[in-house]
């Protein structure tokens, strides 16, 4: 024999085939597996240490394990700082990566034989006492025990706002977590401020996020919806009983009385301008009256133009409201909308003077409004041309106050006067590009200057008149030396 057997085997010494076959001196894997069984079936079932370590499974046994080494020899080799846990049917994770061997393993025993139930080690630190059996995982992790998983959303009673942060112990009492009662009030009877007179049903007024957040249904319920400022309120602001059996009465007035800047004079229909917002904001649609409130109309308070009740009827006239702003002094009608925008008096002016009896071209048209107007009278311009610009007439008003005949809006210089048609006398002959003054002497009005040949021509009269003023009957205009008839 090579040696003595390990004293694991040393009841084996002195029957060799129980580990050799005749024809080998080398142990048989086949009867190494007959006497450890369940390491046999870690390999079959690839569980366990020796099942999930590969070179378990294409090495012989005592590639790892050797014996003839005598009595103290260590045939397991077993090496607890390079052991890998990961390759067994319990890997190590959280807080038991920290935990030493023998404080799940004895020391005297099978490491296989270590139990992997939570309970198998930690019944000691079971608080429930075996109440919720040994599945502690369903609710703890293996990082801590405090550290709970458990889903109360899979049970009849899913916990939502401010339960979600509630201790287990504060509804279980004495680890009893069944039979645990689910009303309201059974937890919360110390807070019902209305101290049972509305039964025990608190979640048809209040949810779990506050007791503060009502989500009773008051439009449902009583037909008065709690909107914008309403919904603020407490339910004592307007209810002075606790069973909220007290009549109320739901028009605005009712409550808001005091609030009325109005003293009454727009009723008590409060809902025809006012919202639930806020009182200062008024949403009454004016253009539903015929009047829609425009430009600076829009920031004009009620009580500017509603000195009374609603009921009395209002002039829809501008002059009617700012008599006191017309510098017109009304000679220009109450429509003051025909030149004036709602914006402003001054400079949202749309008047269009082409609708006038003196329509604006040329120059005119760039013209500023009191370059003509004096004051704000407007009618009282004069439309003559003259009555603006007699300083500019070079003729001295002897050719009359209608510069229209001969001139234009465009240019003083730009005349176009036809005197072959807009009078009695046309220029033909040597009269046909004579100047104006050459007849028409600054002196002599218009309408004065004479039309006779002798008028003008006298000094060249060789007969000394003899033959009287009307030269005409002998001579033409081209020239007096040509003489037409005898």
């Known amino acids: 024999m090579p040696g003595p057997l390990a004293e694991a085997h040393a009841d084996l010494e002195k029957d060799c085939n129980v580990c050799h076959e005749r024809s080998s001196d080398q142990p048989t894997e086949a009867l190494c597996l007959a006497c450890h069984e369940?390491?046999?079936?870690?390999?079959?079932?690839?569980?366990?240490?020796?099942?999930?370590?590969?070179?378990?499974?294409?090495?012989?046994?005592?590639?790892?394990?050797?014996?003839?080494?005598?009595?103290d020899a260590d045939i397991v080799g077993m090496n607890s700082g390079a052991f890998s846990h990961d390759f067994t049917d319990f890997p190590l994770h959280g807080a038991h990566l920290g935990v030493s061997c023998d404080g799940c393993h004895a020391t005297n025993g099978d490491f296989r034989d270590a139990s992997e139930s939570c309970h198998g080690c930690h019944k000691q630190d079971d608080t429930h006492q075996g109440n919720f059996g040994e599945a502690c995982l369903t609710c703890h992790n293996d990082q801590t025990w405090m550290d709970i998983i458990f889903d109360h959303q899979a049970t009849a009673y899913p916990l939502t706002g401010a339960h979600k942060d509630t201790a287990c112990q504060d509804c279980h009492q004495n680890q009893n977590f069944e039979q645990t009662p689910q009303s309201c009030n059974t937890c919360h009877n110390v807070d019902d401020v209305h101290e049972g007179n509305n039964g025990t049903a608190c979640q048809d007024c209040h949810s779990t996020a506050s007791w503060k957040q009502n989500k009773f249904d008051h439009l449902a319920e009583t037909g008065f919806p709690l909107s914008d400022g309403h919904s603020g309120l407490l339910c004592q602001d307007c209810h002075t009983r606790d069973d909220f059996k007290d009549n109320l009465v739901s028009d605005c007035y009712a409550c808001h009385k005091t609030d009325d800047s109005h003293q009454e004079r727009m009723g008590a229909k409060c809902g025809d301008c006012h919202s639930t917002q806020t009182w200062s904001e008024a949403m009454f649609d004016h253009?539903?009256?015929?009047?829609?409130?425009?430009?600076?109309?829009?920031?004009?308070?009620?009580?500017?133009?509603?000195?009374?009740?609603?009921?009395?009827?209002?002039?829809t006239t501008c002059r009617d409201c700012h008599a006191s702003d017309d510098v017109h002094a009304g000679q220009l009608n109450a429509s003051c909308g025909d030149c004036h925008g709602n914006n402003d008096w001054i400079s949202d002016v749309v008047f269009d003077h082409d609708l006038t009896d003196f329509p604006l071209t040329g120059?005119?048209?760039a013209t500023q409004c009191q370059a003509c107007h004096q004051s704000?009278?407007?009618?009282?311009?004069?439309?003559?041309?003259?009555?603006?610009?007699?300083?500019?007439?070079?003729?001295?008003?002897?050719?009359?106050?209608?510069?229209?005949t001969c001139h234009n809006t465009n240019d003083w210089n730009s005349?176009?006067?036809?005197?072959?048609?807009?009078?009695?006398?046309?220029?033909?002959?040597?009269?046909?590009?004579l100047s104006c003054t050459s007849c028409h002497s600054p002196s002599t009005k218009l309408e004065d200057t004479p039309s006779?040949?002798?008028?003008?021509?006298?000094?060249?009269?060789?007969?000394d008149g003899e033959f009287g003023q009307s030269c005409g009957r002998c001579h033409n205009s081209h020239d007096f030396s040509e003489i037409d008839r005898l």
Do not use: M, Y
């Not at 690839?46 to 080494?69: M, Q, R």
């Not at 005349?415 to 590009?433: A, K, R, V, Y």
């Open 38 to 71: 369940a390491v046999a079936e870690d390999l079959a079932t690839n569980t366990g240490f020796h099942g999930k370590l590969a070179v378990a499974n294409s090495a012989s046994c005592i590639a790892c394990h050797t014996d003839h080494e005598g009595r």
């Open 287 to 315: 253009s539903e009256t015929g009047f829609e409130l425009l430009g600076a109309h829009t920031d004009v308070q009620c009580v500017s133009c509603h000195k009374e009740s609603t009921d009395v009827s209002l002039s």
């Open 363 to 365: 120059l005119h048209a």
């Open 376 to 404: 704000n009278r407007f009618k009282e311009a004069e439309l003559e041309c003259g009555s603006c610009h007699q300083d500019d007439d070079p003729h001295q008003e002897t050719l009359g106050n209608q510069c229209s």
């Open 415 to 433: 005349w176009s006067f036809d005197h072959n048609l807009q009078t009695t006398f046309p220029l033909i002959g040597s009269h046909e590009g």
């Open 452 to 463: 006779t040949c002798a008028s003008c021509h006298q000094a060249d009269d060789v007969h």
